[in-house]
């Protein structure tokens, strides 16, 4: 009996011991948990960020491009971020969001109590305590998961002090804002706005309640639940529905609805913002250049330091309309790809293609500078390689994907040698486009090639080409200012030459006309609509070479290397588009010239404007001498070869339905335009304007040598002017553009008389090869 007392006693000493022990493990673990918390508060295992940072937190924020229209043409980054503000987002995605990561987010302070109990007593079997705050504070302020247990006990431990730090600093809705813009939702999309713009093509605030889900469903993981990921699709679907159901049981979704949206499918729209994606590609690339100038001559206040195109969040506001972007490009596309096709079958049997009109020898001369030229090459010659050795990895076949027009998505893979891709390269034909609105300077599209990601060379600014006829119009205005001429005054197209020694002649000049034909009289519009050379030749010995090239200075091309002679009456000279655009509008705005205009303003990521546009305007012309002009231009749409722009023309012609896309365009207002084809039909021209757009193309090819044989084919008026024509019947559908037909505004006291009682529509023949050959006048 004592014995067993004995036993009971000893019993209770031994539990009240453990009790004991039990109490002081629990406060021991306490302790150590908050000497833990209070050592990395201290900064014992790391500084913590101070106060001045969590206000600003560091984030690198892409620099925007948005079209006049308030449309995003595309971004500058080295992280794809595009911030966006807790008003644009969708409440559905704030839903989805809260009742799948954090249902208690509107009630805790950083950290969920009850989540983290949980997380303890089921090892976090039963899912993480991280709340929305601690993810910020990760995403922020720690670069990447420690794989060691203790130290990922340290970084936890981080995360929570800096999460309630952040909860204490910024709102509700500032912490969700702040951690969907800076999730990397993978494929270059950084921040629900951009990955809403890459995933469904469109912004944050028009996203579904489903499309907001699968965002949702990729914060787990953004790889393993990637919708765009054939191997992850399946388990994107799963996971979306899974966050409806969350949805149902936090009262954000009806269960007839989750049952409704989970039998529905993920409907992407991808449009990748890689720097060779989507519109204006060309554009984009000089708008960097122009950028990267303004950045070296401007400092960023907060870090004193130039601004950073990639990184600072700037918003460039450009004049690009994206409409007509996407018009100008959707007819380049079906015109060229059409185009290259009727080429391509025309070199089967060419020895030499795709060059014409040189020997084998001046072939190989011309692969070679292309050579020389290639980023192959200059990289091989970073890295030290000798020529010898850089040459031989030229004949070296070698996998590779290239430009195809009939491919999906323009490209195949392949295998050839680099010298042979050059060759391959050499075959397509080029183009550059511009439309500019008048009164303003505001260029409106932009199209600088077929391909930015195969042909980086920008035809819009960089290229120059001889101008051919579509510099005649500096001629007839020089007359038309220097003399008064009108567009009824009649001069014989006979054979004309302009005597050695006479403005700047060497030998006597005596040009061509295209067609070999003579003998009748004409006016200067129907001269000008059939590019009379020796009309053209007349007129330059009345007015002389240098009032030409003063006039064309003035109204923006750059004169420096123009020579003073008659042939420049035929287009001799060499031009960019840009300038030609720019010139051409001088006519249309009454005489008064804008440069042409890229940028409106730029803003910083605060939205203070950095940088406003001043115009440039300068009066040039009599408004008298560009109206006189535009009425002769007239002529060209009306009876010459920009007559294919209205409906009447070769309506059951097979040659032009073959070739030409668009065709009939129909157009019944009043058009201003003239053609151009150069020597051997190496450059096609068509400058267009109506009262408020003057729009270009260029087609031709990177070598001068490449082009069609005939000028069936190889005229402005087949090349190029297909693309202006489809492109104005897109714009002219387009009721919200407001781009105009009506008639051009007449000066007022206008002396030179411009219509003619009795104008002959003149020839409109098959082959319309009246501006051919005006490089040497032929």
């Not at 250049?289 to 950073?308: H, I, Q, V």
């Not at 730029?602 to 012309?621: A, C, S, W």
């Not at 553009?737 to 411009?754: G, R, Y």
């Amino acid at each position: 009996m004592a014995a067993t007392k004995a036993q009971k006693a000893q019993k209770e000493q031994e539990t009240k011991k453990n009790v004991k022990l039990f109490w002081k493990l629990v406060f021991v673990g306490i302790g150590m948990v908050i000497l833990l918390f209070l050592l990395t508060a201290w900064g014992i295992f790391g500084s913590l960020p101070d106060h001045t940072i969590l206000e600003n937190p560091q984030s690198e924020l892409a620099t925007e491009i948005v079209t006049a229209d308030g449309k995003t043409l595309g971004s500058f980054y080295t992280d794809n971020r595009k911030p966006v503000k807790y008003d644009d987002l969708p409440q559905n995605l704030i839903d989805a969001l809260v009742s799948t990561e954090d249902e208690r987010f509107w009630d805790h302070s950083g950290i969920d109590g009850y989540g983290t109990a949980r997380a303890f007593a089921f090892l976090g079997q039963k899912g993480g305590a991280s709340t929305i705050t601690q993810q910020l504070a990760k995403l922020y302020f720690t670069e990447q998961r420690s794989s060691n247990k203790i130290e990922r006990g340290i970084q936890k431990i981080r995360e929570w002090i800096i999460a309630t730090r952040l909860e204490k600093q910024y709102t509700k809705e500032e912490i969700i804002t702040q951690y969907l813009n800076q999730f990397d939702f993978l494929k270059q999309a950084i921040g629900i706005r951009s990955a809403s713009n890459i995933y469904f093509g469109k912004e944050p605030k028009e996203l579904t309640v489903e499309e907001s889900a699968v965002f949702v469903a990729m914060l787990k993981n953004p790889r393993q639940y990637n919708p765009y990921r054939e191997i992850s699709k399946e388990k994107s679907l799963g996971r979306r529905n899974q966050v409806f159901v969350q949805m149902v049981r936090n009262g954000k979704m009806t269960e007839a609805t989750k049952d409704s949206l989970r039998e529905q499918p993920i409907k992407l729209n991808f449009s990748p913002e890689g720097h060779n994606d989507g519109m204006g590609t060309y554009f984009r690339e000089y708008l960097r250049d122009w950028l990267k100038d303004w950045a070296a001559s401007n400092t960023n206040p907060e870090t004193g330091e130039n601004y950073n195109l990639y990184n600072d969040g700037l918003k460039i506001n450009v004049t690009i309309d994206s409409r007509m972007q996407e018009y100008a490009e959707d007819a380049m596309v079906a015109h060229m790809a059409n185009l290259q096709l009727e080429f391509d079958s025309q070199n089967e049997k060419l020895k030499t293609a795709p060059f014409r009109d040189i020997t084998a020898k001046q072939v190989e001369s011309s692969i070679n500078r292309a050579i020389k030229v290639s980023e192959r090459w200059k990289l091989m010659k970073k890295e030290g390689k000798s020529e010898k050795e850089i040459l031989a990895s030229f004949d070296k076949e070698t996998e590779m994907t290239v430009f195809d027009w009939q491919a999906p998505g323009r490209e195949r893979d392949t295998v050839m040698t680099p010298r042979d891709s050059i060759f391959y390269y050499k075959k397509f034909l080029q183009v550059g486009m511009m439309s500019m609105e008048p009164q303003t300077g505001y260029v409106k599209a932009w199209v600088g090639g077929i391909n930015h990601k195969h042909f980086k060379f920008d035809h819009v600014k960089k290229g120059v080409r001889q101008a051919g006829s579509t510099f005649k119009p500096f001629l007839y205005a020089t007359a038309i200012d220097l003399l008064k001429y009108s567009p009824c005054k009649e001069l014989p197209d006979g054979e004309y030459t302009i005597p050695a020694g006479k403005h700047g002649n060497t030998k006597d000049w005596t040009p061509s006309n295209s067609d070999g034909k003579y003998g009748k009289i004409r006016t200067l519009k129907d001269a000008l609509a059939h590019s009379v050379n020796t009309i053209s030749a007349r007129l330059m010995d009345d007015v002389g070479p240098q009032p030409v090239i003063d006039l064309a200075g003035r109204l923006g091309v750059n004169t420096k290397d123009m020579a003073p002679v008659p042939s420049l009456a035929l287009g001799t000279a060499d031009v960019s588009l840009f300038e030609m655009v720019g010139a051409y509008g001088v006519f249309a705005n009454e005489g008064i010239y804008n440069t042409p205009v890229l940028v409106t303003s730029i803003q910083d990521k605060n939205g203070t404007v950095l940088f406003q546009y001043v115009p440039e305007t300068r009066d040039v012309m009599n408004p008298e001498t560009a109206y006189t002009t535009l009425k002769l231009m007239q002529g060209v749409t009306q009876s010459g070869s920009g007559s294919r722009l209205r409906g009447s023309w070769a309506k059951n012609n097979k040659f032009y339905k073959s070739v030409v896309t668009g065709y009939p365009y129909d157009f019944k207002n009043e058009i201003a335009g003239k053609t151009g084809t150069t020597q051997n039909n190496s450059d096609g021209w068509f400058m267009g304007i109506v009262p408020n757009l003057v729009s270009g193309v260029w087609v031709g090819g990177e070598d001068r040598s490449v082009h069609f044989s005939s000028t069936r084919y190889g005229q402005g008026a087949t090349m190029a002017l297909p693309i202006w024509g489809s492109y104005m019947k897109a714009v002219y559908a387009d009721e919200n553009l407001d781009i105009s037909k009506a008639n051009f505004n007449e000066p007022e006291n206008l002396s030179i008389i411009v219509d003619c009682d009795e104008y002959k529509n003149g020839d409109e023949g098959l082959e319309d090869e009246d501006d051919a050959g005006d490089e040497l006048g032929m």
